[in-house]
């Protein structure tokens, strides 16, 4: 009976009453930068707690997709997970604020503005809604692919049916380049590339390389429209419910994944380009001129941004990011 309990929160009691298990989902890859960093946690985790504290991975979405594991953490069925912020923001839209197109230049201003007083409010955001945020790591800058035409021009995007995480604000900006987006959760894109339900997706070179997606897809091109994060996640109640030494353990390990995770993710970036072109996928370039065009049509989605996340979020997350 104590066992069933222990199990539908997310937390395991081991054969040794002072060891505890917690369990972990992912939608990512076990190759991406994120799932191998989860294994750090996992490393630092048990050596930090003295072997008192372990977890359990699941990444490629062996427990469901982004929606289920975050729906999971939610409910208290596992302890945690790592996660596309877009799939967060549905039940915390001040986290569209960090979406907005074309706001960060750089994952320097990325990360500056995640790593303070923003990440700081997200952070209590998030836990008005029962979770708690151990730590922010890089999703990247996303590009769009598609299989009916090489993108180029501000004007290539439109008419384009192109699946899109379930965040308005993303959605709204492929509705400004005068494309059809539609949300998916990603644990159905691949065989909607497949079967041609959409003609496209938007991602960081190092997803459409786990993912696979250049066996479904022949036009890759250097957009750069979002650039986006993962978080990782916590049930509130069950972190709270830790022991102020295993708190500490969970906390350090995540510090110690989120550096290993962003280090590999900038490293990542070009060569999953390279291996995308390698594979066969036609890589164009996008001039400044088209991007500054898309930057152009996409500013009005900025104000409604504003009146669902908080205006004066919205603009010190744009004062911040234009720091340097």
């Not at 839209?93 to 960090?98: G, K």
């Not at 230049?105 to 990325?110: L, P, S, V, W």
């Not at 987006?181 to 497949?194: I, T």
Request: proline letters at 3%; glycine letters at 8%.
């Amino acid at each position: 009976m104590l066992m069933g309990l222990a199990l539908s929160l997310g937390l395991i009691t081991g054969a040794s009453a002072q060891t505890q298990t917690l369990r972990i989902a992912g939608n990512f890859a076990a190759d991406h930068s994120s799932s191998k960093a989860m294994e750090v946690f996992k490393t630092e985790l048990k050596r930090l707690s003295g072997g008192t504290l372990e977890v359990d991975l699941f990444p490629s979405m062996q427990l469901g997709g982004a929606k289920e594991n975050v729906d999971a953490v939610r409910a208290a069925t596992i302890f945690g997970t790592w996660v596309g912020t877009a799939f967060v923001s549905r039940l915390v839209p001040e986290i569209e604020a960090v979406s907005l197109p074309f706001v960060f230049e750089t994952r320097e201003d990325a990360f500056r503005v995640v790593d303070g007083p923003v990440g700081t409010l997200l952070d209590k955001k998030l836990g008005d809604k029962g979770f708690t945020a151990l730590g922010w790591m890089e999703l990247g800058a996303r590009h769009l692919t598609n299989n009916r035409r090489p993108i180029k021009t501000a004007e290539d995007f439109k008419g384009l049916k192109i699946r899109l995480q379930p965040n308005e604000t993303h959605l709204a900006t492929f509705r400004a380049f005068g494309s059809n987006p539609v949300a998916m959760d990603v644990k159905e894109l691949y065989s909607a590339l497949q079967q041609g339900v959409v003609d496209g997706q938007e991602n960081p070179y190092p997803i459409i390389v786990a993912s696979r997606y250049f066996e479904v897809q022949k036009y890759l091109s250097n957009t750069g429209h979002f650039f986006d994060f993962i978080v990782l996640l916590a049930n509130k109640k069950q972190f709270e419910a830790l022991s102020a030494d295993h708190k500490a353990a969970v906390a350090g390990a995540a510090k110690a994944a989120l550096l290993v995770q962003r280090k590999m993710a900038a490293e990542s970036d070009s060569v999953a380009r390279a291996e995308l072109t390698a594979k066969g996928m036609q890589f164009d370039e996008m001039t400044p001129e088209a991007l500054a065009e898309l930057r152009k049509v996409s500013a009005p989605v900025v104000d409604s941004v504003k009146k669902r996340a908080g205006a004066d979020l919205v603009e010190q997350v744009i004062a911040e990011a234009g720091k340097k």
